[in-house]
């Protein structure tokens, strides 16, 4: 069996629809769905048993010659969470404890890490690591640093020989959008929040330069359309033999201009945009550019190609939120 955890969130219904797509394996999801929609992120999918964490390792410890992975994409991953307590303690600790699970039962561990790792980028967005590279990221929030955190404990531990499982690999997504994030609120893609607005007849709202380099909405992001992301996984699942820190982004940074036109394009409207004054005390802090390096992945084996962003677009729009039911 697989366990995936987080697996009615985003990127984890999205790796359960694959997985069950594949139908190779029983599919046990770790989360809580709340009293939101979250749940139908998963009612297509044919899953074997939906685990509460708290219950978590009693499962696993009950199952343990059944199974074969786990994808770790449990988080609290909204980066305005002040809590910083219970960000440790789901994002860091209940990592750790995972860890040392797989470690103890030789199972695979693939997890979700972040690009918000990187903090503002002026490290540069290469993810051949070390632990000296590790300690020079500074992150920008608490949920960076969680990620961040265990990060460097899985590399301090693999540099001192300390037992890992047989395949560990951590992920840094980058800015993935697509179906099944709806539950996000503010969190959600800027794909997203630009189609509502966009057919409600108003005007694409970008934020302004403040920098002369980058013109007003010309800030950049390396957005990474969600297949693109699970195909990472599943062609990780069918190679034990990799492991490590890996970015997972398009490797291209593309303005938000550029996104804000491929909408308009995919919804045949023509574009109108508006630039508007960054809130109080962002314009400081603001990160202008990411890209993800991935020369990393390829020279793993990984040779599929990224999605364009305005195919990627379009697939989200027409495919999905232009639909009646926009549930992958």
């Known amino acids: 069996m697989i366990i995936v955890t987080g697996g009615a969130g ?8 694959a997985l069950d797509h594949s139908q190779k394996h029983p599919i046990i999801v770790c989360d809580v769905l709340g009293q939101d929609e979250k749940w139908q992120n998963l009612k297509r999918h044919n899953i074997a048993d939906l685990i509460p964490p708290q219950e978590l390792f009693v499962f696993l410890e009950k199952n343990v010659r059944s199974v074969k992975a786990v994808f770790h994409m449990g988080a609290i991953s909204t980066t305005t969470e002040r809590d910083a307590d219970l960000i440790m303690t789901n994002n860091f600790k209940l990592s750790m404890q995972l860890l040392e699970w797989c ?3 030789a199972k695979r561990l693939i997890y979700a890490s972040s690009a918000a790792t990187y903090g503002d980028g002026n490290q540069g967005f290469e993810d051949h690591v070390s632990s000296e590279a590790l300690a020079n990221l500074v992150p920008l929030n608490a949920y960076a640093w969680s990620k961040h955190l265990f990060d460097r404990r899985l590399i301090s531990m693999h540099d001192h020989s300390v037992k890992l499982p047989p395949q ?6 980058f800015n993935v959008y697509g179906p099944n994030e709806y539950h996000k609120g503010s969190q959600k893609s800027v794909v997203n929040h630009l189609y509502h607005t966009i057919q409600k007849g108003e005007s694409a709202k970008l934020f302004k330069s403040y920098k002369p380099e980058y013109p007003d909405g010309g800030q950049q992001r390396d957005f990474v359309w969600i297949d693109d992301c699970i195909n990472v996984m599943l062609w990780l699942l069918e190679k034990p033999e990799v492991s490590g820190i890996f970015n997972v982004g398009s490797g291209r940074a593309r303005s938000f201009d550029d996104l804000a036109r491929a909408v308009f394009t995919a919804l045949d409207k023509t574009p109108q945009i ?9 314009a400081e802090k603001y990160q202008y550019f990411t890209e993800a390096s991935t020369s990393k992945l390829k020279s793993a084996g990984y040779q599929k190609p990224f999605t364009s962003l305005e195919e990627g677009v379009k697939q989200y729009v027409q495919g999905f939120l232009m639909q009646h039911d926009p549930y992958r």
């Open 168 to 173: 560990w690999v951590g992920l840094k997504f």
């Open 103 to 105: 470690s103890q039962n």
């Open 10 to 17: 985003f990127i984890g219904s999205n790796l359960v629809a």
């Open 274 to 282: 508006t630039y508007v004054d960054m809130p109080e005390g962002l």
